[in-house]
């Protein structure tokens, strides 16, 4: 895979990936990938403590005069460009906002192995994502209020952003490791382009509450006040743990599903 040494961080698989230099096909298993994720929601946690540290600051989503939107979509146009020409698009977990007219990396890139399915890997829900944030979610972790603190601001959603797109875009993987392992079920249900059988055939609702209480336990420990007087700040958290476990019940996880089953229906193509 594409930059996962960046995506699982310091455990053995890193080293092992790190020492191989690349990702390849036998490495493709259901527990790699699931380190993957769980290391994916300390990123995504962090990211929300550091948004929540600022109010709302609505006029940054406003519509402004001689801008095609606002001065967010602006912030991520650009910095996405940015990013583009450094390389970031190139990986297969990434997934742009503004996908159309990216220019091209800067420096070559190594060959990568393509592990995807072609026509699933250019998947990208990632407008459905950033309703999901602006409409749902940032009322949920900021409070009211404007203090102008803008570019700092949209710094901060876009690093959100980019951490639930990453991980939710990782269904994909999810997804073809599933059919590999078990191509003769999935292949049933593609051919007959049931929704609801692969649903049923990716769900593993004892994994999904794992993580809604271990993102909730996450969200107590990295976003706790810490002072030196003990007892002082039981009970006061940065971003509400309740919110991080609704947050993946009613969005992340259900997203994720839905880029799997969206993979899916067209792995055989
Ligand atoms: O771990 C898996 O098997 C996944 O497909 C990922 C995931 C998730 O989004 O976390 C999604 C569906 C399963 O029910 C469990 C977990």
């Known amino acids: 895979f594409v930059g996962f040494s960046a995506a699982i961080g310091n455990t053995s698989v890193f080293k092992h990936v790190s020492e191989m ?7 493709l298993n259901l527990d790699t990938l699931r380190k993957i994720l769980v290391r994916e929601e300390d990123t995504i946690i962090f990211s929300l403590i550091e948004r929540a540290k600022y109010p709302i600051n609505s006029p940054l989503y406003d519509k402004r005069p001689g801008l095609s939107g606002s001065l967010f979509e602006f912030f991520v146009k650009e910095s996405e460009a940015v990013q583009a020409k450094a390389g970031r698009y190139s990986s297969a977990e990434e997934n742009a906002f503004f996908p159309d007219n990216l220019p091209p990396p800067l420096l070559p890139l190594r060959d990568n192995e393509q592990v995807l399915h072609p026509r699933g890997a250019s998947i990208n829900i990632n407008e459905q994502i950033s309703n999901m ?64 059988a692969l649903m049923k055939l990716l769900t593993f609702t004892s994994v999904e509450e794992m993580i809604k209480n271990r993102v909730e336990k996450k969200a107590m420990v990295f976003g706790q006040e810490v002072d030196l007087k003990e007892n002082d700040n039981v009970g006061k958290y940065k971003v509400n743990p309740s919110v991080v476990s609704r947050l993946y019940g009613e969005w992340v996880i259900p997203l994720t599903k839905f880029v799997e089953v969206e993979y899916l229906l067209c792995r055989l193509d």
Request: with cysteine; aromatic share 8%.
């Open 21 to 27: 230099g690349n990702f390849s096909d036998d490495m």
């Open 133 to 196: 944030y602006h409409k749902q979610l940032l009322p949920l972790i900021t409070s009211n209020g404007d203090d102008r603190n803008y570019a700092i601001t949209a710094g901060r959603d876009l690093d959100c952003l980019q951490a639930l797109s990453r991980r939710i875009h990782l269904g994909k993987f999810v997804a073809e490791i599933k059919f590999r392992e078990s191509p003769e079920n999935y292949t049933r249900a593609i051919r007959a382009q049931d929704k609801d």
